[in-house]
C-alpha cells in the first residue's frame, strides 16, 4: 500500500521534531564532554546522536522527494552548518 502525501507529511512532521530533540541531546552531551573530555564513553554517546541525527536526516529528505511538489518546510540550523562549528563538533568525537 502506497502512503498518501499526508502521511508522508506527517512522518516528516515527526522525524524533524525528533531531530530537533536530538539537536538538544547532543548539545547535552557536548556540554558533558566540555566538561570531562577524559570519558571515552560521552565521546560515543555524542559520536552515535550524530550519526542518528545524520540517518534521520537522510531518511526527511528522502521523504520529501516522494510529495508530489507540495510545499514543505525544510529545517535548517545554520549555526550547526557552519564549516567552524562542524570541525568543532567533530574535535569533540
Known amino acids: 500500500m502506497?502512503?498518501?502525501q499526508s502521511q508522508i507529511a506527517l512522518r516528516i512532521y515527526?522525524?524533524?521534531?525528533?531531530?530537533?530533540?536530538m539537536e538538544q541531546a547532543a548539545d547535552d552531551a557536548e556540554c558533558d564532554l566540555l566538561a570531562n573530555p577524559t570519558?571515552?564513553?560521552?565521546?560515543?554517546?555524542l559520536g552515535?546522536?550524530?550519526?542518528?541525527?545524520?540517518e534521520t536526516w537522510r531518511h526527511i529528505q528522502m521523504l520529501r522527494a516522494r510529495l508530489?511538489?507540495?510545499a514543505?518546510?525544510?529545517?535548517?540550523?545554520?549555526?550547526?552548518?557552519?564549516?567552524?562549528a562542524r570541525a568543532a563538533?567533530?574535535?569533540?568525537i
Request: proline content about 4%; cysteine-free.
Open 39 to 45: 570519558d571515552a564513553s560521552q565521546g560515543r554517546q
Open 68 to 70: 508530489d511538489g507540495a
Open 14 to 21: 515527526f522525524l524533524e521534531r525528533a531531530l530537533e530533540g
Open 72 to 84: 514543505s518546510l525544510i529545517y535548517f540550523d545554520s549555526r550547526l552548518a557552519d564549516p567552524d
Open 48 to 54: 552515535a546522536f550524530y550519526v542518528l541525527a545524520d
Open 89 to 92: 563538533r567533530q574535535a569533540l
Open 2 to 4: 502506497k502512503p498518501t
